[in-house]
C-alpha cells in the first residue's frame, strides 16, 4: 500500500440503472436487490477486487491512503423508472451515511441516463442533495457508463466526470482509477477541475458506443484523445447516450473535464462543440442487424461453409434486459422451433410463472407451457406453447466470470433449464443480460458444448462469448430495444433532433 503524507476522507456512492421510459415496469427496491444494495462495510467487502468502478474507487483508497467512507452502493438492472419509494430510502441511507462526516471528497458512481418518478435526470437529482449535504466547494468526482445522457447543466453541480471508453464494458475499474487520481490532485490542490458538456441534436450516434471493431467511436475516441493532450485537459469522455429515454436529454454528448487555472470556460465549451461536430458528421454511421426472415439462411450458410470450432453465437438484440427490455420476447424463439436447429442453448427467457409450474413439476417433468411475452403480449411475438423435459433447477445465484462485472455476485432468481426440441433454454425468474457465461452455468447449460448459442444481449456478450464463437450473428426480431428509432413514440425529446426531423431543418437550428 502506498501511503501519501496528507491523507483524505473520501465518501462513496453509487446510484446506478439505466431507465427505459418505453417499459410497463418500475424499478423498485427488489430489483436493486437483485443486483445489489450494499451498505457501509459490506461494499468493501463485495467490490474489492472487482473489475467495478467501486474496485477501483477501493483501489485508490489503497494507493492514496484515503480514509473511506462507504455509505450505499445500488445497481439495479435496466428498467422502467425508479420508484419514488426506492429513490427516498437510498437518499435517506445516504444521508445517514454522510450527515457528520468531516470530507475532503465525494466518489459517485453512476449510469448517466437513471430517470426517476419524479425527474427525468435522476443524476442532477441526486447531486443536488449532495450538494446540499457537503457544500458546493467540496471536489466530487462521478464515473459514467458511456451510455450516459449527459444533460449541459449537470456540469454547475460536478467537478470530475469520467465515462467508460469500452463497449463490452471491460474498463470500469480502470475508470474509477482515472477518477480516482483526479479527485487526489482536486483534493491536493494541484488542479481546479470542471467539466463542460455539450451535446449535437441528435437521438442516436456514435455507433452506440461500440469499440470491438473500427467505426465511428473508435474514431471518436482518437479524437478525444489528441483534445486530451493539450495542457489542462483533465478528461475527455464521448458518450453515445441511451435512446431508450424520452427525456430531453437524450442522444450522445461530449464532457471535458479540465483544469480552470490552465483553461478558460469558453475553451473547453468549443472542444466540446468540436466533438459534437464530429458525432454529427458520423451520424449514419451505424452498424447494421439481420432482420428475423433472414436468420435461417445465415444459419444455414454458417453450417455449411469451413469454420472456426466453437459455437454461432446469436445476439437476440431487440430483446435485450440491458436496455430495459422485457427478456420474454418469443419471436426469435420460435424461428429456430420452425427451422428445426439441434444442440441450443437459449437464454435468458424471464418468465417467473412457468419456471414457478417447472419447479413445482420437479426434474424430468415433461410439460406443456404457455411461455414468454407476459408482461406485455404487444411486442415480442406473443405467448407460445412449448413442450420440453425439467432438465435442471437452481436458485440462480452467480459470481460473474467476467471480464464484465468480474468477482461481483448476481442472481437470475429461481430458474430451470428446458428442454424443447432440440434447444436447451435457461428460464429465469428475474431479467438479467446474458453477458457471461456463468448466467448459463447456472442451469448447468456450458456454452461452448452447444452448436448455437442464443444470448439476450446486444454488445455486452462479446466480452465473454466472443472468445468462444465461430461467429456472431445480431438479430433484430421486434423487441423493447430494436434498433428501428420509429418503433418509439417521442414526445419529449428537444426538436429538431435527428433522425426524427428533417436534417435541413436541424442545421437551420444549429
Not at 483533465?234 to 436529454?249: K, M, P, R, V
Amino acid at each position: 500500500m502506498k501511503v501519501h503524507a496528507m491523507s483524505f476522507k473520501v465518501a462513496v456512492l453509487e446510484f446506478n440503472q439505466e431507465t427505459n421510459t418505453f417499459s410497463k415496469l418500475k424499478t423498485g427496491f427488489k430489483d436493486f436487490q437483485m443486483c445489489h444494495y450494499f451498505k457501509g462495510a459490506a461494499i468493501e467487502d463485495n467490490c474489492r477486487g472487482t473489475n467495478s468502478e467501486i474496485g477501483g474507487f477501493i483501489d485508490c483508497c489503497d494507493r492514496y491512503g484515503w480514509e473511506s467512507v462507504y455509505t450505499v452502493a445500488a445497481r439495479a438492472e435496466p428498467g422502467g423508472r425508479v420508484d419514488e419509494e426506492t429513490r427516498l430510502r437510498f437518499v435517506e441511507d445516504v444521508t445517514a451515511a454522510l450527515n457528520g462526516e468531516k470530507l475532503d471528497g465525494v466518489f459517485i458512481v453512476f449510469h448517466g441516463a437513471m430517470c426517476t418518478e419524479t425527474a427525468d435526470d435522476a443524476q442532477i437529482q441526486l447531486l443536488e442533495t449532495v450538494r446540499g449535504i457537503v457544500g458546493s466547494d467540496l471536489p466530487i468526482a462521478a464515473t459514467f457508463d458511456l451510455h450516459a445522457n449527459s444533460a449541459p447543466d449537470m456540469a454547475a453541480l460536478l467537478d470530475i466526470a469520467v465515462s467508460f471508453r469500452t463497449y463490452p464494458h471491460v474498463d470500469m475499474a480502470e475508470c474509477g482509477h482515472k477518477a480516482g487520481a483526479l479527485l487526489e490532485a482536486a483534493m491536493r490542490r494541484e488542479i481546479t477541475p470542471a467539466i463542460a458538456i455539450r451535446q449535437p441534436p441528435m437521438i442516436n450516434g456514435c455507433n452506440d458506443g461500440r469499440t470491438t471493431h473500427a467505426c465511428a467511436m473508435t474514431e471518436l475516441l482518437e479524437i478525444a484523445d489528441a483534445i486530451a493532450e493539450e495542457n489542462g485537459i483533465l478528461a475527455t469522455s464521448i458518450n453515445a447516450g441511451f435512446y431508450d429515454a424520452d427525456i430531453h436529454n437524450t442522444g450522445p454528448s461530449a464532457v471535458i473535464c479540465y483544469d480552470k487555472a490552465r483553461v478558460a470556460d469558453a475553451d473547453a465549451i468549443a472542444h466540446a462543440e468540436r466533438l459534437c461536430d464530429e458525432i454529427w458528421r458520423r451520424r449514419e454511421h451505424q452498424d447494421q442487424q439481420l432482420p428475423l426472415a433472414a436468420l435461417p439462411g445465415a444459419i444455414a450458410k454458417h453450417f455449411a461453409a469451413k469454420r472456426e470450432p466453437g459455437p454461432l453465437v446469436i445476439a437476440d438484440f431487440s430483446d435485450n434486459p440491458g436496455c430495459g427490455a422485457y427478456s420474454d420476447s418469443t419471436c426469435l424463439l420460435t424461428g429456430l422451433l420452425q427451422a428445426g436447429v439441434e444442440n441450443a442453448a437459449f437464454g435468458a427467457m424471464c418468465d417467473p410463472a412457468v419456471v414457478a409450474e417447472l419447479i413445482e413439476a420437479g426434474l424430468g417433468a415433461e410439460r406443456e407451457v404457455t411461455l414468454g411475452c407476459k408482461i406485455d403480449p404487444a411486442v415480442g411475438g406473443g405467448p407460445i406453447r412449448v413442450r420440453g423435459t425439467v432438465q435442471a433447477i437452481s436458485d440462480g445465484r452467480i459470481i460473474f466470470e467476467g471480464p464484465m462485472f468480474q468477482g461481483l455476485p448476481a442472481s437470475l432468481g429461481p430458474s430451470v433449464r428446458f428442454h424443447v426440441s432440440g434447444i436447451d433454454i435457461l428460464i429465469s425468474s428475474e431479467r438479467q443480460q446474458l453477458l457471461d457465461q456463468n448466467l448459463f452455468r447456472a442451469v448447468g447449460i456450458e456454452p461452448a458444448r452447444y452448436d448455437i448459442v442464443v444470448v439476450k444481449s446486444q454488445q455486452h456478450f462479446r466480452a465473454a462469448f466472443g472468445p468462444i464463437a465461430s461467429d456472431i450473428i445480431e438479430v433484430d426480431a421486434d423487441g423493447l430495444s430494436t434498433a428501428n428509432i420509429g418503433a418509439r413514440a417521442f414526445k419529449r425529446v428537444r426538436r429538431p433532433i435527428y433522425p426524427l426531423d428533417r436534417e435541413a431543418e436541424i442545421v437551420a437550428a444549429r
